[in-house]
């Protein structure tokens, strides 16, 4: 299963960031607001990853950061349309944690 974390405040340690993609390695997304606008940032490589997660958390008029880390139980592709988070809408954004049974099919995942 996936990794989803809200990071409320203050900087996850790094071995937090290297364990968890370690684990579920097959890309990760962050989502956050800022300046009055959901934000959303997904990649395959980790240290982008990384060092994009630092450089939000080092501004400090962000709140809520949520992260999630991918492990591609179905649907997985090269293009990051299965990359966590979603944008619903301009204001919101979602994350999830496993499969959601009954939607999707052998050309398109649950959260195509």
């Not at 409320?8 to 790094?14: C, D, R, T, V």
């Not at 950061?65 to 090269?78: E, Q």
Request: some cysteine; overall charge negative; glycine content about 10%.
């Amino acid at each position: 299963m996936c990794i989803a974390i809200l990071n409320k405040e203050g900087k996850l340690p790094q071995s937090a960031l290297d364990n968890s993609w370690k684990n579920n390695n097959e890309g990760g997304g962050l989502m956050w607001v800022q300046d009055g606008m959901l934000k959303v940032f997904k990649t395959y490589d980790f240290n982008e990853f990384s060092d994009m997660y630092y450089a939000i958390r080092t501004n400090e008029n962000i709140g809520n950061v949520v992260l999630h880390f991918r492990i591609a139980t179905s649907g997985f592709d090269k293009l990051g349309t299965n990359l966590h988070p979603f944008l619903v809408n301009d204001d919101l954004g979602f994350v999830h944690n496993g499969i959601i049974s009954g939607l999707g099919n052998k050309e398109h995942s649950d959260t195509y």
